[in-house]
Each structure stands twice: as C-alpha cells, then as structure tokens.
C-alpha cells in the first residue's frame, strides 16, 4: 500500500506563476520529510528537509512546510523558472539513523512553459 | 565536489544474461543504498549496506544481490535478469547526520 500520496501528477504553469504541491503520508514514525527534485533522465537533489511537528523551511524560491499531526506537506515555488521543470519527489524518513528507510512518493511532475 | 558516479549509465540485456551495476561514490560515506524506480511508482529500496561486507535485504531484493568489498564501493548483481528486471537503478549513499547523495542512475532494458 502506498504510503505517500503525492498531488497532483503533473502540474503545468507559466514561468512566473507561482505553485503548490502536495504531500499526505501514512509513513510511522515520521521522523523527517525531504523534497528532492529529479529532472528528466538525473539523479534526485535534496531541496529541504522538515524535521519538528510543525516545520517550515526556505531555499530561495523554494518553501515547505510540514505538519506531523496532519502527516501533510507542501512544496511551494515562487516565480517559476524554465528549469523549475522535474519531478518533485516527497519522502519521508522513519528514523534519524542510517538505520531507517525512505519512504518514496511517486512525485509531481512540474512543467514550466514559456 | 561530492558525488556518487553510476556505471553504466545505460544498459540492454538478454534475459537470462548477468548483469553488474556498479556504483562508486568519493565521500567515505557508511551507508549506501540500490533503489529501482518505475513508471508511477516511488523508488523501491533493493539492499542496503551499512559498511563493508554488512548488507541488508530491502523491500525488493528478490532476483538481486549486492557486493561491498570496498567502503566506496556498492554493487547490484542480476543474476540470469528477467524482463520484469527492466526499470531505472539508483545508487544512494548517506552519512551519519549527512544528507542523501543520489547517482544519476542506469538505465537497464531487459529483452
């Protein structure tokens, strides 16, 4: 059973517009939530990482927030750039040890147009 | 500049061939990690490996096995692959209190 829901599929805006995505998990423990960004054929890039119950975290054009007791996230991207174009994958990581596992959303996939 | 190098990036097969994903990374990092992802699903967990010769079963690892001998060193070994095999193999490693290092994946076609 998927443990992280992410919404929606794909998303298109125009550069300049900004958006939201979504992010509802199942995952117990929840000890942290990353954003990674995947573009097409690459490796997936961490953006943030929310640890505390109610989280909230700013990289640039990126911000996310987190809440534990709603097992919920959002991504938000201001401005939109051409390259903001991938796929944003949530996980969720079960323990702050190398000994927990990442549980993977099958991500959002962004496209920005002219 | 940290990183973790996939080799090789793409990769067609034969079933019932031997496959061997390699995956380097130049960080002394601990933890390493094979992923597979496919279309509309989350990258599923293969193995993990805590150092070397200390490996771990993940949620998938039916039809797989790895290899550590070198603590920068990880490998997936395919043995006789199966078209179901097909699908992109990420390489991961972490240190502890370090954030996730991701190789750029291969890209392995079963036929």
């Known amino acids: 059973k998927t443990q992280v829901e992410q919404s929606p599929q794909s998303l298109v805006v125009r550069q300049g517009e900004n958006c939201v995505l979504q992010?509802?998990?199942?995952?117990?423990?929840?000890?942290?939530l990353r954003w990674f960004k995947q573009d097409t054929g690459k490796g997936l890039v961490s953006l943030t990482v929310?640890?505390?119950?109610?989280d909230k975290t700013s990289n640039g054009r990126y911000s996310a927030t987190l809440d534990k007791d709603a097992k919920h996230s959002t991504l938000h991207i201001t401005a939109t750039l051409l390259d903001d174009t991938a796929t944003y994958i949530c996980v969720v990581g079960d323990r702050g040890s190398a000994l927990g596992r990442l549980h993977f959303g099958a991500g959002t996939q962004l496209i920005v147009i002219p | 500049d940290m990183k973790v190098t996939q080799m090789p990036r793409y990769l067609i097969k034969r079933m019932g061939e031997n496959v061997l994903l390699e995956c380097g990374q130049d960080m002394s990092h601990e933890t390493m990690y094979w992923y597979r992802q496919d279309p509309g699903l989350g990258l599923q967990l293969i193995y993990i490996?805590?150092?070397?010769?200390?490996?771990s079963e993940g949620d998938i690892p039916k039809g797989y096995r790895v290899s550590r001998k070198k603590r920068e060193h990880f490998s997936l070994i395919l043995d006789s692959a199966k078209t179901n095999q097909t699908s992109v193999y990420f390489c991961?490693?972490?240190?502890?209190?370090?954030?996730?290092?991701f190789g750029s994946g291969t890209r392995l076609l079963v036929i």
């Open positions: 929310l640890v505390d119950q109610k």
């Open positions: 991961a490693s972490r240190d502890r209190g370090s954030d996730y290092t």
């Open positions: 992010c509802n998990y199942s995952v117990t423990p929840d000890n942290h």
């Open positions: 490996s805590y150092d070397v010769d200390s490996n």
